[in-house]
């Protein structure tokens, strides 16, 4: 049997820690063993992106280090740094608290001192403190005191039921959709604006987020309006400043009275809230009450008058309604000690006491007095289904009454109740819309929950269904309690300016007086509170640049300069001084928001992406499409101006974001839905070759970098965006020489040197670093590799190989030959601007000058199809094109320019068409001379290196005669060694073997370089320099001040022994011209006549 010894293994003290500063730990083996890697802090950076950091990273203690390691994961010590423990993580997320940056934190920071400033306490409220009272009172509001009751007896009860349910079904769709995003993570501050700028991008989610500010201060507005209204007609009438002085001018100076009261509240409500915030959040339990008092008296009363209806009486002439508030008896004349006496009423009718005198209608029309809360058993509501529309001007009638029609004196209107303005369905949803909003006061206070995402969508769907309910009862209430003529009253002037709804309640109208007015003052404060921050929250985003100001604020953290813009925007809404005018405008704000987190959740769920996990199951697609519909319908039911209106300044937000915001990358669903999106065309790219009608050149510009990494000739990418136009494909790629391992600092650095410069010379297009150990072997994979599917490159652009000549170093015009080869063996195309330097820049403009293209081989129409994508440039656009083309001896060179000028015509391209004959000549003597100078130079150059060669190969073999290493060639690659010194791939030397080598290497070399005037120059090298000579002399007659030069590139030698020729004939081609575009063709049709 085995015998086995147990050692204990000594666990660290948690003394040893005490020194560790700031270390939350938590054990996860048992208690009084505690340690926690402190390696691991999980952070964020402030941009929404999550970084790992350690306060280790820079401890050179290694001993302490390795200590503190757990001695079961030194697999993985090395790693621990960037890589934290699973213990650790999860220590630090057990710890992680998600306090909201609201107005808790403010209210602490003014009550406590810094010094002694407390813990942040954990979130500990529930789903009905934390998310169903709040939804509760940002729900109810002002439209339901003051004008349900109007929009039920203006709409019916159908029509009016039919609003109500739209919009409850809408803000029921959004929370569906709220909730499955909300519990989707953690929800900072920021509610709304958060979820939707996470989820659909930063562009969307500002030009959101402003929406929903702009639909927050212009809520507070009308909530002000709301409580100025209550205060002058119902509460203090006496109070108004601006009085009439006709009956008639009574509407504007109510108006002025709005405004002049309005602004000074809203000034008192901006100093409370800049005080501080804690005396907001205490009182908001007050107003809450208020609201909820004042519907269960609305309910009270509604029981009550079934059996007792409230005694108010309304006065009808003929069916006319009559405004109480002006007279007291309902009569045209009254009985006083046996003697019939007019009534004030007739006084007002009637000039004297006489009856000739009197409006006609008042004459020939009886005055009754009507129950104006007939109660829920009188069945009234048979009357008040349908809709009763009015336009402005418009008498107040029951058409029930009998009525003699009589043409009355217009100075008497202002006696009957008429409507104010003209009603339309769609005006009537506008209005009411905003009293369904605030389903986001749940997800605002998310860092206050103690279950967020379990109380979020429970508490704001509760809220939600609670309010619907009492909105549609209400609806089918009123119409059943009140009379119709009472329900089209607006300001209660039949009923003795009282609060129509007021009328109903049990067991005063004053409950509802009251009740309404501070809810609505609350609702105003907390509007004003809210929306600051949400500017706040916007800003310290740094999306939108000019915005960054308002980031800033007091101390604590008060959004002072936000509240101060808040209060100014503000002040807008109340200067329009009129509810039903104010009302449509925050309807679309708030619309435009719930219609984008319907979006948000429908991209999220159709994408699948990974990290879409909510625990909120009872979501769907198809209901956030549903949602997002009607929102959309809403709007343009509301309101189609205002909506284009909502539409065209969120446009315009996004669009500021997109081309001037800081660069954000959040996730966010949009960004996944271009994925989606990309690889969708992707795969249909791949079912065939463009056809050469969609033929357009996707580049691939080669840049050379120096050794600090700057690019040598950014004309290159100026000279690729004047080609592009910002159309099409355009890679950037750089090859740095070295290992991967060791260089990917660098190529990181390179990438990033090359995006800036792109974005200088504004190329919209990718960048593509290789690290490589060879040049060459760099561009082949390049080429290669670069692009994914149907969207490759599919022309090359590079640099000419300046200064070649005056180099001992080959490796420049040999990569660039090896380049060519190997353009063309990819079947792409080549552009080689030379002398890119002289280009010009995206700042320039020739307003005059051509652009002449040497038509000299068909290459696929490259030649006429770039100088016409260049003209589409600003900087070419005003430059003519020219064509010019070569005819040989037996050529007919007056038919060639017919038929040039006839296809260009059916190619759709302007140019002037030009044929120049080349006559056949004898080889001159220049032409021989220089053929045979350029030999000579070749054969020097290679002794030299030669020469070189065998120096470094000796002092080689003086320094190991052992053993041979490869001789360290600058100037050359490990090809080019083996291929002239087969021999050098043994390595083991002897004697012997060294000095036959060296002897070998003596027989080829010439004594001297006299030898090198006995050279005679090979004939086909002749022949091509006397091509060269010849064409460069017509060229540069015809175009030597053209502004650009587009030529066929003549392709390489088959024999790469003539590479160092081939770049001879290059120069000699392009002598004397400024600047010059050699073009190659990737060997298909570019251009086409046919549509």
């Not at 909730?179 to 030009?207: C, D």
């Not at 652009?797 to 090896?818: C, H, L, N």
């Not at 700042?843 to 696929?860: A, K, L, P, S």
């Amino acid at each position: 049997m085995h015998q086995f010894t147990v050692v204990p293994v000594d666990e660290q003290h948690p003394s040893d820690y005490d020194a560790l500063e700031g270390v939350a730990w938590v054990d996860y083996r048992e208690r009084r063993h505690r340690s926690q890697d402190p390696n691991d802090t999980v952070s964020s950076d402030g941009h929404g992106y999550h970084k790992e950091d350690s306060p280790f990273l820079n401890n050179t203690d290694t001993s302490k280090r390795n200590e503190y390691y757990d001695r079961n994961l030194a697999l993985f010590e090395e790693e621990l740094d960037i890589r934290p423990k699973v213990s650790s993580l999860l220590s630090r997320l057990a710890n992680y608290t998600n306090i909201t940056q609201g107005a808790k934190e403010h209210e602490e920071a003014e009550s406590a001192d810094i010094s002694k400033k407390k813990p942040p306490k954990s979130p500990s409220m529930g789903t009905l403190m934390g998310v169903y009272l709040p939804c509760l009172q940002n729900i109810f509001g002002v439209i339901l005191f003051l004008r349900l009751t109007w929009l039920v007896g203006i709409g019916g009860v159908l029509q009016s039921f039919c609003i109500v349910l739209m919009c409850c079904c809408c803000t029921m769709l959004t929370a569906i959709s709220m909730s499955a995003i909300a519990t989707n993570g953690v929800v900072p501050a920021g509610g709304s604006y958060f979820m939707i700028s996470r989820s659909l991008g930063p562009e969307f989610g500002g030009a959101v987020g402003l929406c929903f500010y702009l639909g927050t201060t212009f809520a507070g507005a009308m909530y002000i309006l709301g409580a100025i209204e209550i205060l002058l007609a119902y509460i203090a009438p006496k109070a108004a400043i601006f009085k009439p002085v006709e009956l008639h001018e009574e509407s504007t100076a109510m108006l002025n009275n709005m405004r002049i009261y309005g602004t000074v509240f809203l000034i008192f409500m901006c100093l409370v809230v800049f005080i501080g915030v804690k005396y907001v959040n205490k009182f908001a339990s007050l107003f809450l009450a208020c609201v909820i008092i004042s519907i269960l008296s609305i309910y009270v009363g509604v029981i009550k008058s079934a059996v007792h209806p409230p005694e108010f009486k309304i006065c009808m002439l003929g069916n006319r309604t009559l405004s109480r508030n002006l007279f007291d008896v309902c009569a045209k004349t009254t009985v006083e000690n046996n003697t019939v006496v007019t009534t004030k009423l007739w006084d007002i009718f009637c000039t004297k006491n006489v009856t000739d005198s009197c409006d006609e209608y008042f004459v020939r029309n009886n005055v009754t007095e009507v129950q104006g809360i007939p109660g829920v058993a009188s069945g009234i509501i048979k009357g008040n289904l349908w809709s009763n529309y009015m336009d402005k001007g418009d008498v107040l009638e029951k058409h029930s009454l009998h009525s003699v029609e009589a043409a009355g004196s217009r100075k008497n209107l202002a006696v009957y109740v008429f409507a104010d303005i003209t009603t339309t369905f769609t005006m009537l949803v506008g209005i009411f819309f905003p009293s369904v909003t605030g389903i986001m006061a749940g997800s605002n206070r998310s860092g206050d929950l103690k279950d967020a995402q379990k109380s979020i969508p429970v508490g704001t769907i509760m809220a939600i269904a609670t309010t619907s309910l009492i909105y549609l009862s209400s609806v089918v209430l009123f119409g059943a309690c009140i009379e119709d003529v009472v329900l089209r009253d607006k300001y209660g002037d039949a009923v003795r300016k009282n609060l129509v709804v007021g009328t109903l309640a049990w067991p005063s109208p004053w409950v509802i007086v009251i009740g309404s007015f501070f809810s609505t003052c609350g609702a105003g404060l907390q509007s004003l509170t809210g929306a600051p921050r949400l500017l706040q929250a916007i800003a310290k985003d740094n999306i939108i640049p000019f915005l960054r100001v308002f980031g800033n604020g007091k101390v604590n953290g008060e959004p002072t300069w936000a509240l101060l813009l808040t209060a100014i925007i503000a002040e807008l809404g109340i200067l329009i001084a009129s509810l039903d005018m104010v009302a449509p405008i925050l309807s679309m704000f708030f619309l435009m928001c719930y219609l984008f987190v319907n979006l948000a959740c429908a991209v999220q769920t159709l994408l699948r992406t990974p990290n879409w996990r909510p625990r909120f199951k009872y979501y769907h697609w198809a209901l956030s499409f549903l949602g997002m519909s009607m929102c959309l319908a809403l709007m343009f039911i509301s309101s189609w101006y205002y909506a284009l209106v909502a539409m065209v300044i969120a446009g315009m937000i996004y669009k500021y974001i997109e081309y001037q915001g800081a660069e954000k990358e959040w996730g966010d669903g949009i960004r996944g839905l271009s994925l989606s999106a990309a690889r969708y065309a992707l795969l249909r790219l791949e079912e065939g070759p463009p056809h050469t009608k969609n033929w357009r050149p996707q580049l691939l510009v080669m840049l050379k970098l120096d050794e600090d990494l700057h690019v040598k000739h950014p004309r290159l990418l100026t000279f690729a965006s004047q080609l592009k136009a910002g159309k099409g494909l355009t890679i950037v790629g750089t090859i740095i020489q070295g290992n991967f391992l060791e260089n990917y600092g660098e190529a990181q650095a390179a990438e990033q040197t090359i995006k800036n410069m792109m974005a200088i010379e504004k190329v919209k297009g990718f960048c593509q670093i290789v690290v490589s150990s060879k040049v060459r072997d760099g561009i082949a994979h390049l080429i290669q590799s670069c692009g994914l599917g149907g969207m490759k490159h599919n022309t090359v652009v590079m640099g000419w190989p300046y200064g070649w000549r005056q180099s001992e170093d080959p490796r420049a015009w040999k990569t660039f030959i090896d380049t060519v080869r190997v353009s063309t063996a990819g079947h792409l195309a080549l552009l080689v601007p030379k002398n890119v330097s002289f280009y010009p820049s995206n700042h320039e403009r020739f307003t005059e000058g051509n652009i002449d293209v040497w038509w000299i081989v068909h290459d696929g129409g490259m030649l006429m199809l770039l100088p016409f994508l260049l003209r589409q440039h600003k900087v070419w656009k005003k430059c003519k094109m020219r064509i010019f083309t070569v005819a040989q001896m037996d050529d007919n060179s007056i038919q060639m320019k017919k038929d040039l000028a006839t296809f260009l015509y059916h190619l759709r391209i302007e140019a002037e068409v030009e044929v120049v004959e080349m006559h056949g000549s004898d080889i001159s003597a220049y032409t021989y001379e220089r053929t045979l100078m350029m030999e000579q130079r070749s054969q020097m150059l290679r002794q030299m290196r030669l020469s070189k060669t065998e120096r470094e190969r000796e002092a080689q073999l003086i320094k190991d005669r052992n053993s041979l290493i490869h001789p360290v060639n600058v100037y050359m690659d490990e090809e080019e060694e083996l291929h002239i010194y087969p021999e050098k791939i043994q390595m083991t030397w002897t004697k012997e073997k060294c000095e036959s080598e060296r002897s070998r290497s003596g027989a080829n070399t010439p004594n001297s370089f006299r030898e090198l005037i006995s050279i005679k120059p090979d004939q086909s090298n002749v022949r091509r320099m006397h091509t060269a000579v010849k064409l460069n002399e017509v060229i540069v007659n015809r175009s030597h001040d053209s502004r650009l030069v587009l030529l066929n590139m003549p392709g390489p030698p088959k024999n790469q022994d003539g590479d160092e020729n081939y770049m001879e004939f290059l120069e000699v081609l392009t002598e004397g011209l400024e600047r010059v575009l050699l073009v190659r063709g990737g060997g298909c049709e570019v251009i086409t006549i046919y549509s």
